[in-house]
Structure formats: C-alpha cells, structure tokens
C-alpha cells in the first residue's frame, strides 16, 4: 500500500486490497496499473433482473426471486464439509438452499428475512433446491444490482474480485482521465462522458446502461489505435529519400552480374508471389519516398528470400541495409541464409548479437561504420546507440511485432538524421494473415504484398490428432519417423513440472482457461526428456531440450546441432515458435495442445514442411472440452493460415487468431477490431481534422492522446 495519490498509471497494489498475490495474477490478465483495471471491461453480463417465483423451478433452469426464510440455516450433517442450509418460501413454494464451504451463512440469515435469491435448481430425488446461490437481504429489488459483470478471468482471481477492485479504482481517479474524443464527435455520436462510461461498465443498472459504457470506450480504444499508432509510433514520414535502386536492365554490367550470382544461389525458382513481392519492394525503392511496405506471408512461404535478395539489391547499390530478427536463434539462421545466398558476390555480411563477445563487436561496429559491411543481421543489439552505419538506407523487421516498443522507437530514431542518417526504407515481415481494414488501422499507410504461394514441391504437413499425451502411439510414430534419418521436434507447453505459467498469452481466452482448468498437469520439457531416456529411444537418437531461459549460447550451439542433423529429437517450449528453418525435420509432436490457441498451433506447425518431403504434424491431447476438440479438428483440416484464420473468425469471433498479443495486434478490450473498423474510420478522420485545424483545442487532444496511448497500449506492446 502507498500513501501517495493513487493515479491512472499507479500499479494496482496502490489500491487497498490488491496485494501482491493478487497483482502477479492480474498481470496474466495483463493488468498492472489502474487504468489497466478500470478499462478492463467485463466480456459479458448476468442478468439477474428478470424475477420470477419458486414455483418455476425446473432442474437445471437458472432463476431469480424474492422470498421469505422460513427454517433457520443449520449444518446438515457433522462433518466440517457439511453443506449449511435453509429453506425460504414466497408463496408459490418452497425451495431449500444449500451452502458448501460457507460456513458463515449461518449468522447472516434468520426466519423471518426478506431475500432475493439467484442460482441455478437441482434436484435430489424429488428434492428441488440451489446450491450455492447468491442471496442478498431485499425486500425489493430495487436498492439490487442485479445486471452482474463476468470479466476474463485467470486461476485464482474471480469476477467479483475485479469487479469490487475497478469499482475501488475508480472513485479513486475517475476525475482523472483525460478526455480523447473531440467534442463534434462526442455530440455527433451522442457518447456519455469517460467517467459514466467506466462506471456503466463497470456497475450498470441495466445493460442498456452497459452498452453505452462500452460504445464509448470502443470509440477511445480506436481513437487510441489509430491515432496513436500514426503519431506515437509512426513508421512512415514525409522525409525524402535517395532512390536507391535503378532499373535491373539499367545496372552496370559488373551489377548486373553480382546480381546474377545471387539469383543462380538461390538453387531454386522464387514463386510468383515472391517475385511480385520483390518487385512491389523494388519499385518502392525507386521512389523518393521511403519505402513502408508489410510483407505478408504464411509460415514457410519464403519471406526470408524475399529479404535477403532486397538487401542484396540494396547492397549492389552500394548501400547498407539491416535485417532484425527478435531472437538470436533466428538471426543467426538468417546470417547463414545471407552468407549462402550472398556467396561469391562481393557482398559483406556481418552477424551482431547481444551475446557477440567485446572485441568482435568493436570489430563489426567498424566495418558498419567504414560500410565494409553491407548486409548486417541482428537482435536489437544492432540498435544500440554506439553503433553507427556508413550509408543506412534499408530496415528489414522480420516479424517486428516480437520487438518492445522501445525497440521500435530506436526504430525510428535510426532515421530521424541525427546520427548522419536520413529516412531509411522500411520493410515488416509478418506472418499474421491480417485483414486489410485491420491493417490499416494498425499500420496506417503501410502497403502491403503478399505471398500466398507456397513454394513447389512443398507436400501439404499431414495434422493428426492423438486423445492422449501419454502412450505407446506417440514413440512408434516417432520412430518412423527417425529410422528414414529425419529429425522431429517435440513441443511442451511448459519447461519443468515446477513451472506453472503454461503459454500466457493466451491465457486470456477462457476456453483455453478451461482446458488449462480441466487437467491442470502439462508435460514439460523435462519430462518428456525423461520419458524418451526411459523408453531407450535417447540412446539411439540424439535428444536435447531447447527452451527460453537457457543461455544464449547453449541455444544457438543446440540449434547449431539440431540444423546439421546431430541432434534427431528437439524437445522444446514454443521458443522454436518462430523462423526456425530445418527442412529435415519432418515431424512434430505438441504435446497437450489444447493449451495453445491456434495462431501458436498454426505457427509451431510451420517449422515443418519446410523441404520436400511429407511432414506430419501431431496434436497430443487428453482434453475432452468441445472447444479444445474443434480447435484440434480445425487443425487437422485445414493447413493454410489465411483459410485458418478465416475459418476461425466465422467460428469464434477475432479471438482466437488475432486477439492475442503474440501478433502485435493490441488486445482491444471494448471494440471488435473486425466489426468495429468503419467506426474507427469516423473516429480518426474527427480527431484529424481537429488536428489540422490546430489551435489550442488540437495540441489538449494531442496531449491527451499520447497520455492514453502510453498508458492503455504503448508500454504492454512487444513483450520478449
Ligand atoms: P518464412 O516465410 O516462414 O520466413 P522461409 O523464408 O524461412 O519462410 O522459407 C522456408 C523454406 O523454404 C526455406 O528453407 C527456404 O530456403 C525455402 N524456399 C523459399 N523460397 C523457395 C522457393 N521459391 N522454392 C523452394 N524453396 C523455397
Ligand atoms: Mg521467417
């Protein structure tokens, strides 16, 4: 507990009764600060206001009523579990109600009370009564609150905690919140002021009430979205750039053969869309406006040539260029990608890791700095201040949502001429199959090619779903696998059988909570180690563990030998999510996979079906849910990501696929990215016109704007 003022951005243990504890298990729900709680705004509501009498008490309906206690409530039983209850009547009937575990039901309520009651009938034997009801002293229910918020939730916290802890929060800051949405939008739309809104949500006294609530904090969320995104992180500027390329059949013929060697290494013919991409990116380079083109493209359809031959282009231009890749395991694999491809041009590539040891870096940051280097692959590392570029024209961002936001920023400033760089071109890498409405929002004026070719020869990965996780079936597949001398991945959900935080991302999602709550135990990492050593198969085939936490050093050594085939069974968490590219592993085995949503399953699977051989994917699980089971059946159907992520939208709503944190995509907590994309339209175009208008009014909203942004989505973007 401070003592200071609680504000918007205080963490929540600055509120009475949020302890610790409790705060490590907001965070899940990624609430850490205030604001976050106030805005966390509940996914549905119970409406309890529709009261009828005892009379209607049919097993398994759920009722309200107001009624009399007639017996006293007793313990029925001697045991310390014993249910308390008692009876009431309200002239229609009479109905017994049944306490387990609270204990202190037996002083709250005497013969005689006025109550209002909502539960949900059974029956024992001919026996009608609720167990567990709520049960308010009433005599009406007016003085009630009886539309009741049902919040996403994580183990351990319940609707009733968020609800009183928002409630808290705000008497506490509500005069706080700046105000985001301009007058003339405010009036057009008719839209209740910030404070309502978060109080309807929060305790609405009907869901019209509700309704209201959300209808303007959408508003905010995409005001927020769109504007915050183009001023707060924008990507693209007016800034002038040098072209950088010139028409191939203008090259000089020294360029026009150095661009030759690099085409004859691919050993392979680009698809279709792959050369559409490049020449979208080549026409953009031509230009004077910097490049900001989005390249999208499923898992394994070859994004990583499509950028190596850009930096090559810009290379054979004499320029230099960067490809970031969020992990060192995947840097390095584009390193060797790079110098494979970029062999016998006359290209320099220099590799630049957090890890990279001292002398080497000062090395490397010479020859950026002197552009003996011009191909330059690497983590964030690249973005430290000290590191300066010769001739910096190009960024390449391989699945850029994976950087924090800090990250980005330096981003930009790379750009901004300080540092003797002027505007760069900027090209995103993503394999998230984003919708264009979306895309806009997100990205601004970001163009975008996409690749939905797949490569030929590629043989669709078979998806077949075990309903176990333990089991001979999973080592004999396993092992016919390894006797043609491929190699498999195995992927657990966690890393030891200590470790409980099982695939938070996606915790968010109660149908995932629901599997996660339904058999609580996952195999880890380790086990299935053990269980491999066990059933003889380690010491035939070479196994290791990769996960997350290990040293730098010892994940790029394991990958190093999982990649020159030594080692046959990769067993890992979802760090090999990304990028990993060994076309010999054919098989994969995700062990509990009900715990993974399906942009995760979809991403996990694509590290197979990388070379030309028949790649089987298998989802082991014990899950009996229907949720869990239809997103495994959706799994074995259908192996394109776009159609996946198609499909899951007409199935579930945004969710699943986009609703999660791992695509960069901010959770939205009121507005429906998808449905709601006209809306921000209006919304934006308001605020920008407010902005070119300029004046007093303008610069508040600007302050105001950036305020909101940091608070509800800057600091959470691009956790790694
Ligand atoms: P992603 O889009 O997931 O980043 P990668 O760029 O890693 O995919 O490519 C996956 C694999 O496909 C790599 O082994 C790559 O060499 C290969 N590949 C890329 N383009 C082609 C192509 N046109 N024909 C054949 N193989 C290709
Ligand atoms: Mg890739």
């Known amino acids: 507990m401070s003592t200071g003022k609680v504000t918007l951005g205080s963490p929540v243990t600055a509120l009475y009764g949020v302890g610790e504890e409790a705060a490590k298990k907001l965070a899940r729900l990624e ?94 034997g001919v026996h009608a009564q609720i167990v567990n ?39 506490l800051v509500k005069d706080q919140i700046p105000d985001i949405i301009p007058e003339s939008l405010r009036t057009s739309e008719n839209l209740c002021s910030a404070a309502e809104a978060y109080e309807w949500v929060h305790a609405p006294s009907s869901l019209s009430e509700a309704a209201e609530g959300r209808r303007r904090i959408a508003f905010e969320e995409l005001i927020l979205l769109g504007i915050g995104m183009k001023y707060f992180m924008a990507t693209g500027g007016p800034d002038e750039v040098a072209p950088i390329v010139i028409p191939t059949s203008k090259l000089s013929p020294e360029s ?123 983590t964030h590392a690249v973005l430290t201040d000290d590191v300066q570029f010769n001739d910096l024209s190009l960024v390449i961002a391989d699945e850029q949502h994976r950087f924090g936001v800090k990250q980005r920023e330096k981003l930009l400033i790379s750009r901004d001429g300080s540092d003797g760089i002027n505007a760069v071109h900027n ?16 990205y601004g004026d970001m163009a975008t090619s996409v690749i939905r070719e797949k490569p030929a020869g590629r043989k669709e990965i078979q998806t077949h779903f075990l309903p ?23 992927v657990c959900p966690r890393i030891d059988d200590d470790s409980e935080v099982v695939a938070p991302d996606e915790f968010y999602f109660d149908d995932l909570l629901e599997s996660v709550n339904e058999k609580p135990e996952a195999v880890s990492v380790k086990t299935m180690k053990k269980r491999l050593d066990d059933h003889g198969i380690s010491s035939q085939y070479e196994t290791a563990v990769l996960y997350g936490s290990m040293k730098e050093s010892a994940k790029l050594e394991v990958m190093e030998r999982f990649l020159s085939g030594e080692i046959k069974i990769l067993i890992s968490t979802t760090v090999i999510e990304v990028g990993v590219n060994n076309p010999n592993a054919t098989m994969m085995m995700i062990m509990n996979a009900e715990r993974f949503g399906l942009s995760t399953l979809h991403q996990l699977r694509g590290r197979i079906g990388r070379g030309d051989k028949q790649s ?51 959770t939205l907590r009121a507005a429906n990215l998808f449905t709601d994309a006209p809306l921000a339209k209006v919304a934006c175009d308001e605020v920008n016109k407010l902005f070119e208008r300029g004046g007093k009014e303008a610069s508040d909203l600007m302050g105001n704007i950036g305020t909101m942004f940091r608070l509800r989505f800057a600091d959470k973007m691009g956790t790694l």
Request: net charge positive; proline share 3%.
């Open 133 to 171: 009801p709520f049960c308010e002293k009433a005599a009406s229910t007016d003085e009630l609150r009886l539309v009741r918020p049902v919040y996403h939730l994580t183990a351990g916290i319940t609707s009733n905690m968020i609800n009183k802890w928002a409630m808290t929060a705000l008497k």
């Open 616 to 666: 089987y994917c298998v989802l082991c699980s014990d899950s009996k849910t229907e949720q869990a089971l239809s997103r495994m059946k959706l799994m074995c159907e259908c192996s394109d990501g776009f159609e996946l992520a198609g499909k899951d939208l007409e199935l579930r709503g945004p969710g699943d696929f986009f609703g999660t944190r791992q695509h960069g995509i901010p």
């Open 468 to 490: 176990y996780t333990d089991g001979q079936d999973i080592y004999n597949v396993l092992l016919a696998k390894l006797r043609k001398n491929e190699q498999a991945y195995i």
């Open 256 to 378: 026009a053969n150095r661009w030759k060697t690099v085409i004859g290494n691919l050993g392979f013919n680009l698809t279709g869309d792959q050369k559409k991409a490049i020449a979208d990116i080549q026409h953009d380079l031509m230009g004077s406006k910097p490049m900001n083109r989005l390249v999208q493209g499923d898992v394994g359809s070859g994004k990583t040539a499509v950028a190596i031959l850009t930096m090559a282009m810009a290379a054979i231009m004499g320029k230099q260029s960067v490809l970031l890749a969020p992990t060192s395991v995947l840097a390095k694999q584009h390193y060797d990608s790079a110098c494979a491809l970029l062999k016998n041009s006359d290209i320099n590539v220099a590799l630049l890791l957090g890890k990279t040891k001292a002398s080497l870096k000062k090395e490397i940051k010479t020859q950026l700095r002197e552009g003996e280097a011009s191909v330059i692959i690497g």
């Open 31 to 124: 609430i850490s600060t205030v604001f976050d709680l106030i805005s966390f705004i509940p996914r549905r509501y119970n409406d309890w206001s529709d009261v009828t009498s005892i009379e209607c008490c049919e097993e398994g309906r759920e009722i309200s009523f107001l009624g009399t206690v007639t017996t006293a409530p007793v313990r029925k039983g001697f045991k310390k579990q014993s249910p308390v209850a008692f009876y009431v009547s309200d002239g229609t009937g009479r109905i017994e109600l049944s306490y387990f575990n609270a204990p202190y039901i037996i002083d709250k309520f005497m013969v005689g009370d006025k109550i209002f009651v909502h539960g949900t009938v059974s029956y024992y």
């Open 427 to 442: 090209l995103v890498m993503t394999a998230t199959p984003i919708p264009r409405t979306l895309a806009m929002v997100i």
